[in-house]
């Protein structure tokens, strides 16, 4: 579905992004897990086709992402940090239009749009001006406007930071039954939370790339990151590292390992 191959973005003499690679299946999550800066955002628009990578493909659906960078944009549903909606349009009117967009029936995105509202509890703000809405209104709609088609390929940045832990957990929940019909999930967060509700899973329907300085330091399942970050079993109640635990590990391996290259420079 999703395939990545050593992509690089540099703005000047910034490398905001270097060699990732990574695929994501159908009916697969992947959790780009980060703090702010990390190259997470950077990732995902190079995903979407809507930033041309410095070095490195993107395919979706084995279409390239810079020579047909339409027809990827047609098999994805992205959805931004800032949602960007039209101030002046009722939420109910603003999802038609991008239903019309989409080339759906005018039926269908009707049963849509009323499905995915009382999804999120919006129907009684259905024909307000999303101007008068709250932050956390606004991100639901963001939401429903990436997935309103269904698309192959799910792109969400930051998706529910502004809502509160039940609207979270539903949201959650919605993207994880996307994932069940067959939709391909990427998701970046900098909440540990979400990324354990979305990534953590010890199959290969799931995986968290940790990401730090524009680089992906791991990037697998539960079992994998384990591993790779050294830490143990707490053998006194056979407690498993949890996704904290690991993060941080991984974190501070890299930056212990990036020191050691340091120094072995400045000395040679």
């Keep these: 579905m999703l395939e990545v191959r050593s992509i690089a973005k540099r703005y000047g003499d910034v490398l905001a992004l270097t060699d990732l690679t990574v695929d994501v299946g159908e009916r697969s999550c992947l959790v780009l897990l980060g703090r702010n800066g990390a190259g ?10 809507v930033l041309a990578p410095s070095a490195g493909t993107v395919r979706v659906d084995g279409i390239d ?3 047909e960078p339409a027809a990827v944009r047609a098999r994805v549903g992205l959805m931004p940090e800032l949602p960007g909606l039209y101030e002046r ?3 109910r009117a603003y999802l038609d239009y991008f239903g019309a967009i989409y080339e759906m029936a005018p039926d269908v995105r009707k049963r849509r749009i009323d499905e995915l509202l009382d999804l999120f509890e919006l129907t009684d703000a259905g024909d307000r001006w999303l101007g008068t809405f709250s932050k956390g209104m606004r991100q639901k709609v963001a939401l429903i406007r990436a997935t309103l088609h269904r698309p192959r390929l799910v792109l969400a940045d930051e998706p529910t930071s502004a ?4 609207s979270a957990r539903r949201a959650w929940a919605y993207l994880k039954d996307l994932q069940a019909h067959g939709c391909a999930l990427v998701i970046c967060t900098h909440n540990m939370e979400e990324a354990e509700h979305l990534g953590a899973s010890d199959g290969g329907d799931a995986a968290i790339g940790i990401m730090s300085a524009g680089r992906a330091l791991a990037i697998g399942n539960m079992s994998s990151l384990r591993a790779r970050s050294g830490l143990p079993v707490r053998s006194e109640m056979r407690e498993l590292p949890t996704l904290q635990d690991i993060y941080l590990a991984v974190i ?9 290259e340091l120094a072995e420079s400045r000395s040679a």
Excluded at 40 to 49: D, N, V
Excluded at 163 to 166: C, G, H, I, R, T
Excluded at 252 to 260: A, I, L
């Design 163 to 166: 809502l509160d832990p039940d």
């Design 40 to 49: 997470k955002t950077t990732a995902l628009r190079c995903m979407a086709g």
């Design 65 to 67: 992402a810079a020579s």
């Design 89 to 91: 349009m009722s939420a």
């Design 252 to 260: 501070s391996n890299h930056s212990g390992n990036h020191q050691h």
